[in-house]
Nanobody, 123 residues
């Protein structure tokens, strides 16, 4: 099990940027694939991006591809989500999640979740 704490959310203008961080506890962070998900008001939680244990494999939702970049620093037990060219429709609570093994796009595959951080994009 790993404990996850997101940070970096806040208010941004359309076209702006934010970087989210997700800090993980424990000494086995490099054994976990990581995912980012988001939930907008009144909507289901959805996949945003994922990264493999080594960081070599990254996947993105079509809605954020070319605008968002996921990365990780295993020495710091942290995964990042760099968000650029933000749109009002990116407004949501963003969650990071962890699972042992290969990264996937499915929420049900992830075992450990953070508490979420709010991102609000104004037009």
């Amino acid at each position: 099990q790993v404990q996850l704490v997101e940070s970096g959310g806040g208010l941004a203008q359309a076209g702006g940027s934010l970087r989210l961080s997700c800090a993980a506890s424990g000494r086995t962070f490099s054994s976990y694939a990581m995912g980012w998900f988001r939930q907008a008001p009144g909507k289901e939680r959805e996949f945003v991006g994922s990264i493999s244990m080594s960081g070599a494999i990254k996947r993105y939702a079509d809605s954020v591809k070319s605008r968002f970049t996921i990365s990780r620093d295993n020495a710091k037990n942290t995964v990042y989500l760099q968000m650029s060219s933000l749109k009002p429709e990116d407004t949501a609570v963003y969650y990071c999640a962890a699972r042992r093994g290969a990264s996937t796009t499915l929420q049900s595959d992830y075992i450990d979740w953070g508490q979420g951080t709010q991102v609000t994009v104004s037009s």
